[in-house]
Nanobody
Framework: VQVVESGGGLVQPGGSLRLSCTAS????????MGWSRQAPGKERELVAT???????NYIDSVRGRFTISRDNAKNTVYLQMDSLKPEDTAVYYC?????????????WGQGTQVTVSS
């Protein structure tokens, strides 16, 4: 099983980016999926999660600016980030709770850099 993110990059303050994360392999079912981020010198923080049925949750600092969604047919989760701020700069990681032939556990992607700067 692999989880791979894409979509990071450099954007100006106020701009938008859309991150994608796709799980592949011998997957039987995917439960919760989410996005976390880690800024330089800071601990990793959970930004948003979405349940298998599509119920989202956000931390206060991104609520109203970020939107998490998923396409279960594609084993993919998205993070639409609007009104980006310099403090959103971080490496963003995707995670997925996956039930496979190896059992049920969390899988993490390698991370994608998001830089918000003028």
């Amino acid at each position: 099983v692999q989880v791979v993110e894409s979509g990071g990059g450099l954007v100006q303050p106020g701009g938008s980016l859309r991150l994608s994360c796709t799980a592949s392999g011998r997957i039987l079912s995917i439960y919760a999926m989410g996005w976390s981020r880690q800024a330089p010198g800071k601990e990793r923080e959970l930004v948003a999660t979405i349940s298998k049925s599509g119920t989202p949750n956000y931390i206060d600092s991104v609520r109203g600016r970020f939107t998490i969604s998923r396409d279960n047919a594609k084993n993919t989760v998205y993070l639409q980030m609007d009104s980006l701020k310099p403090e959103d700069t971080a490496v963003y990681y995707c995670n997925a709770e996956i039930f496979s032939l190896n059992g049920r556990r969390d899988y993490w992607g390698q991370g994608t850099q998001v830089t918000v700067s003028s």
